[in-house]
């Protein structure tokens, strides 16, 4: 079912709540990626030069206690935003009052007023996280009608989010979780086929419910990275030292079962003793390693093995480094699969997931992809084949 989004309704003198995820990583008061700012403008300009009155907010970090207050204000986020905009960005260090109430009835057509990180009101009793009936709709008076435009928080049902549309006229979707939506909602529901998902990271606890759904709508599942071992074993393998969860073991036969033939594994690894930065010892088949080493990355005979059938795909979904990428002796299964993908002109492609996401544009290929999404865990959630609270509350056409 299509939902409702700014296109469909009027701006033009309205106070307009949007829900932006501005949680960007942060190192002493730096912006370190800005791609969720980025990602946002179009929904902000598009709101600002039809003449609505722009009322952002986000959440930013964890806050406990007033100490965190600090280090997670949305301050630096602002004057960002107002770079970026080249348009004042109007910056309220408040979640709630009079003085946030009186700059917001100051506005004018065309204004943009950000306030302070939703998650300030998590000290007294975790009101934001929680869904306090109260906050939803106190935020909720503040605007005239509300745009959800928080892909990164859909999974979770806050005050920000649902409770803000269970106190307003009408809720609808910003551009980036209409872009979000189409993409990887697109992909569960009607993928162009072959459908080929590639799956990798930690572990497979983490990835049960994707790798199950995915079995049921893709046509190839690629399983590497670290998940890869728990699924070898299960078949009988020795791993090693490499990441296994034994206690998963049983999950992996039966996934394996279910496939049908579906999952594909690799076919050679890179092997060493010691988790470090240092080149492999030997590259080859699981049945090469020694009982003292562990399998970093996979091989290139799997990077071939999964370009061939990358390639005739028309829907990619990926999740999940194939290796610790993070170690440049161990980054060319991810860097090859990348590459893969970025041959594939006509395909729709999509990343999900934190890591994946930031591997992709650490290895320059952010623009080979049809869509890089914004949401780590509401990415995973959705590629579960789960309803997110977030993605609910926005009307249908
Ligand atoms: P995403 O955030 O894209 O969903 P995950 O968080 O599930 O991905 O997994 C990412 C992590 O998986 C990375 O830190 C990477 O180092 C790790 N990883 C990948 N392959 C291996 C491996 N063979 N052994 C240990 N860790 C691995
Ligand atoms: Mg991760």
Known sequence: ?????????????????????????MQDGEITDENRIVEALPTIKYVV????????FSHLGRVKSVEDKASAT????????????????KFVPETRGKVLED????MQ?????????????????????????????????????????????AHRAHASNVGIASNIKETVAGFLLEKEIKFIGGAVSNPKRP??????????????????????????VIIGGGMAYTFLKAQGFEVGTSLCEIEKLDLAKELLEKANGKIVLPIDFRFTKEFENEPASHVGPITDIQPDEMALDIGPKSIELFAEILATAKTVVWNGPMGVFEMSNYAYGTIGVCESIAKLPTATTIVGGGDSAAAAIQFGFASKFTHISTG????????EGKVLPGIEIVANK
């Open 103 to 106: 700059a917001i009835n100051q």
């Open 74 to 89: 949305l301050a630096p986020v602002a004057s960002r935003l107002q770079a970026l905009l080249q348009k004042e960005v």
């Open 1 to 25: 079912m299509s939902k409702k989004t700014i296109r469909d309704i009027e701006v033009s003198g309205k106070k307009v709540l949007i829900r932006v995820d501005f949680n960007v990583p």
């Open 376 to 383: 780590g865990g509401a990415s995973l959630e959705y590629l």
């Open 109 to 153: 057509d065309g204004d943009i007023l950000m306030f302070e990180n939703t998650r300030f009101e998590d000290i007294e009793g975790k009101k934001e996280s929680k869904n306090d009936a109260e906050l939803g709709k106190y935020w909720a008076s503040l605007g005239d009608i509300f745009v959800n435009d928080a892909f990164g928080t």
């Open 49 to 56: 030069e039809n003449g609505g009155r722009a009322i952002l």
């Open 195 to 220: 459908f080929v998902a590639i799956l990798g990271g930690a572990k497979v606890s983490d990835k049960i419910e994707v790798i199950s759904n995915l079995l049921n709508v893709a046509d190839k």
